[in-house]
């Protein structure tokens, strides 16, 4: 039982190349989020999905598309990388209801230079 | 969601209690309080939440006062892997359960 897995765990990227980020669960949870922590700073919501084929904007959408094809996939994407993206990425999961909290990946580290 | 308080730091010594206090004084009657840590640089923690009554697990247990306006974190006896970063979270749950997370407070436990 993996949990939350995230890849890459780092990426190094160029202004201007384009990335995806994945996020896979085995939890079956509904609800499935990307944050980005800044440093010394606290977690931004950037996107989130209620369930399969459904997104919506977070906090700080500008810049990222996300797409949930899959229940178990909650993909990040940045087309054009700017230098402001530099950032941890934390994907998230959670069931439907209220009874537990969230459940973490362990990060992406992306670079923009 | 109702926004949060917190110390920014906080210092406690190995082996006795961490009281962590989280102020959200604008609080509405179908928020919850969720507290979350972050150990240096992985992703978030949940620990605990309630709604009225007071909660325990095995990790901690969550005080919250009758005018739902303040609540505690206390980590029983600390040791030094509970040094980290502590979040106080309110969130209606209805909300797609987005939660909001502040700067929280940093407790580092001293040996």
């Known amino acids: 039982n993996a949990g939350v897995t995230q890849t890459p765990k780092f990426r190094v990227l160029k202004t201007g190349q384009s990335m995806t980020l994945l996020c896979a669960q085995d939890m079956n949870h509904e609800y499935m989020y990307w944050y980005r922590q800044d440093p010394g700073m606290g977690l931004r919501l950037i996107h989130y999905s209620v369930g399969e084929g459904t997104t919506a904007k977070g906090e700080v959408p500008d810049g990222y598309n996300v797409s949930r094809l899959k229940k178990q996939n909650f993909l990040l994407g940045l087309e054009s990388a700017a230098p402001s993206q530099t950032s941890v990425y934390f994907c998230?999961?959670?069931?439907?209801?209220?009874?537990?909290?969230?459940?973490f990946g362990s990060g992406t580290r992306l670079t923009v230079v | 969601d109702a926004k949060t308080t917190q110390p920014p730091s906080m210092d406690c010594a190995e082996g006795r209690a961490a009281n962590l206090p989280c102020n959200h004084s604008t609080i509405s009657g179908n928020e919850y309080v969720y507290w979350y840590r972050q150990i240096h640089s992985q992703g978030p923690q949940y620990i605990i939440h309630?709604?009225?009554n007071n909660e325990t697990n095995e990790m901690a247990s969550l005080i919250i006062t009758e005018d739902r306006k303040s609540s505690t974190l206390i980590l029983p006896h600390a040791t030094l892997r509970d040094t980290a970063v502590y979040y106080c979270?309110?969130?209606?749950?209805?909300?797609?359960?987005?939660?909001?997370f502040g700067s929280g407070t940093q407790l580092t436990v001293l040996p």
């Open positions: 998230a999961t959670a069931r439907g209801d209220r009874l537990y909290g969230y459940t």
């Open positions: 979270i309110v969130s209606n749950p209805g909300s797609a359960r987005q939660l909001t």
């Open positions: 309630g709604l009225k």
